[in-house]
């Protein structure tokens, strides 16, 4: 008999929950909340990594402030195992970016993750 996790533990509702109160709500101090001191972030198409809570901090900072009003929507996400695959939607003053992006959740923090973004277009 398959065991089924918890609701608020499963990796769709972690990675839900950081998008919403990390980015969304700016509450950089949450950030160990969802994010184990390991983490990786690996930013495909030039972007570099980002490395543990620090560097996921200095990530939303930065983004913040060069992208006034910033928000994100998670119009898909699904779940397979300790991954999950997310399309989300940017958008910052009138302009908006697709991005996919993979988390790995492990012991309900994220581990790692894989981004593929596009580019800023105007509304």
Known sequence: MKVLKNKANRPKTVVTRFIKEVWNQKKVDSIPKF???????????GGGEVVGTRGVRLNVIKAH???KGLKIKVRKIVE???HTASWI??????????ELIIHKVKNNLITEAWS????WLKL
Do not use: E, P, W
Not at 35 to 45: M, N
Not at 89 to 98: A, F, G
Not at 116 to 119: D, P, T
């Open 35 to 45: 994010i184990s001191r390991s983490y990786v972030a690996h930013l495909l198409g």
């Open 65 to 67: 402030s060069q992208f």
């Open 80 to 82: 397979d195992g300790d």
């Open 89 to 98: 939607t940017l958008t910052s003053q009138n302009k908006v970016m697709n």
């Open 116 to 119: 593929i973004g596009g580019n």
